[in-house]
Nanobody, 133 residues
Framework: EVQLVESGGGLVQAGGSLRLSCAASGFTFDDYAIGWFRQAPGKERKGVSCFSSSDNSTYYADSVKGRFTISSDNAKNTVYLHMNSLKPEDTAVYYC??????????????????????????WGQGTQVTVSS
């Protein structure tokens, strides 16, 4: 059984940084994609960033481009979302999601731009990020 567990959220002042972790267990896929999504109160879940293990491609939403970075540690089965220069509008519950298969940049771009949460089969429980002004 695949399980994803996010951690690293918290309260931070505007301009600060956080690193979210998405630890995967039961993950035996050679090729997979990881997506980070966020959901602010009263709003729909939105795509933040996606990563493909098959070619290490990534895509970021315009709202986080240049501030957020995805990295992975295969030895730890963990994907990270490094968030810098945080803004109050980044406040949300952040979710990581995973799906099996080989995908490239264009699909990652589509999934983030179109908030295609249904493309992902496995989800974590979410971690709250609150940025104070």
């Amino acid at each position: 059984e695949v399980q994803l567990v996010e951690s690293g959220g918290g309260l931070v002042q505007a301009g600060g940084s956080l690193r979210l972790s998405c630890a995967a267990s039961g993950f035996t896929f050679d090729d997979y994609a990881i997506g980070w999504f966020r959901q602010a109160p009263g709003k729909e879940r939105k795509g933040v960033s996606c990563f493909s293990s098959s070619d290490n491609s990534t895509y970021y939403a315009d709202s986080v481009k240049g501030r957020f970075t995805i990295s992975s540690d295969n030895a730890k089965n963990t994907v990270y979302l490094h968030m810098n220069s945080l803004k109050p509008e980044d406040t949300a519950v952040y979710y990581c999601a995973a799906r099996q298969g080989k995908v490239g940049y264009l699909l990652l771009r589509l999934w983030v731009l179109s908030d295609l949460i249904y493309e992902f089969d496995y989800w974590g429980q979410g971690t709250q990020v609150t940025v104070s002004s």
